[in-house]
């Protein structure tokens, strides 16, 4: 059978595992709530711009398209990721082919990527992160076609691809950089001595350009974001979480990726695609060194399935088929059955006790529940993460409507995070409520130059709060706490601040300029 036939045959037979990936994520995507990081991916909608803090402006976009033809529900959110979950999954079936697997590597590398534990719990919240992951796998199966047909349109598409990526999010330049250079070290080093590497590149430059001017008109907002990023949250991680972490989030599936990760450097068969394994390698100790969050490397992990399904396949020949049944259980079935753990199938209270219930079964899953603090917690962060906010935006919208009409033309909200700005804001137009502040993340682009409303309620969960207002507020009271069991914003608390002093209003600008030049 001809290489163009084959791969025609393969691509309607990796739709069945698209669909797996569609169907399960359809189950799971309305349950518990928004997630903090999607309140403010979901308001950067209403700010289209070529850059923001924390991302490059792809996600903004697909907010304003879901918004606008799905809704705002948390059903409608998650649209968007699901497909290009699904996508992922194609293109890895793709992948497959490229390497030259056929049926049986498709469904293990499939089937192995979707019950994942690191894919799972990355493929449906409204994040850049399964956009990243989308970008990455585009990248790799252009790179492979290249290679097999030499054909100088998928280099065109390629740089198109890096490009968009790069809006997406900043660890494309990483990935496609270490893709280049395990090229340039393997055996294929030639293909990419042409004019058309450079038009490619120029393309995904062209494409990047806007938000890099964009960084620079904001004073690389980029760098800042990182440095803070490192110094609250990326410090707590050692370089032997991370290792031990890229051991543990594909679960069983452990066995697939790294035996493709080995069958790349001694197979005869795969000698071509030998980069793959080097990139791995090259962008795995970059992130390791830069004390990268697991997450970061999940996108350069289809890759190695697919390699891993190509190789199971060579192990077990045609005829074999109890031992392909075998592997295909032993390798995915586990995962199955943890799928509660990192998907949200399952309702809050049963999710609760199978986590406790997994973690005395199996105490080295218990990183699962390790959240950024380095304490151990009930619920994953993620799933913490979802719980409380539209509670917050109930007692918010109380202490609100319980103003005079007068009063409330000169009271002001004002949150002290992006989690809690954005859970008010998705929800203002439901409860009725004005613009809400906040000079935390993204949301100090756009917040106004004064703060200096009779009235503002305040949302913070400082227990110093009290003492920082006493000073330059004429009275304050206490007017709502968030008191929804396992949530991580339990405790949050809801005060209505009056009269302010202009001392209030002098330390809020000076911090609104501050943070507009960072």
Known sequence: MSYKNRRSIYSTFVLIFVALKILINLFAIGNFGFHRDEFLHLVLADHLDWGYKEVPPFISLLAKISLSVFGDSVFASRIFTT?????????????????????????????????????????????????????????????????????????YWLGAAVGLGML??????????????????????????????????????????????????????????????????????????????????????????LTGFIFLFISFKLRRFRFIAIAYILIFLFLLKMSGKSYYLFGAYPMLFAAGGFAFEQFFKRKVYALRVAVIVLLVLPNILLLPLVLPILPLQRTVTFIKNAETRMPFISFLTRWEDQKQHPLTQDYADMLGWEEMAQKVAAAYHQLTPEQKKQTQIFTDSYGEAG???????????????????????????????????????????ERRLSKIVESYKQVGEITTPLARERGVRIYLLVNPSPKLNEVYRAELEQRRLR
């Open 423 to 465: 859970a008010v804001n998705h929800f203002r137009r439901k409860y009725n409520l004005p613009e809400i502040i906040s000079l935390n993340s993204s949301f100090a682009l756009w917040a106004p130059s004064d703060l200096n409303g009779r009235y503002i309620i305040y949302v913070d969960d400082d227990d110093n709060v």
């Open 168 to 257: 997406t999010k900043y660890t494309m330049a990483f990935f496609t950089g270490s893709l280049i250079i395990g090229i340039l070290i393997s055996r294929e080093r030639k293909l990419l001595f042409n004019k058309h590497i450079l038009f490619s590149a120029l393309l995904a430059f062209v494409i990047f350009l806007p938000n890099l001017i964009w960084q620079f008109a904001h004073h690389l907002p980029v760098l800042t974001h990182m440095k803070e990023l490192r110094e609250q949250q990326l410090d707590n991680l050692s370089p032997a979480d991370f290792v031990m972490q890229q051991i543990m989030v594909n679960g069983t599936a452990l066995v697939i990726w």
């Open 83 to 155: 497909l290009a979950s699904g996508i992922i999954i194609w293109l890895t079936g793709q992948i497959v082919v490229e390497l030259g697997g056929k049926r049986f590597a498709i469904t293990l590398a499939c089937l192995a990527l979707i019950f994942s534990p690191a894919f799972a719990a990355s493929g449906y919240l409204f994040q850049p992160v399964v956009f990243d992951q989308l970008w990455w796998v585009v990248t790799v199966w252009l790179f492979c076609r290249y290679l097999n047909t030499a054909n100088v349109k998928y280099l």
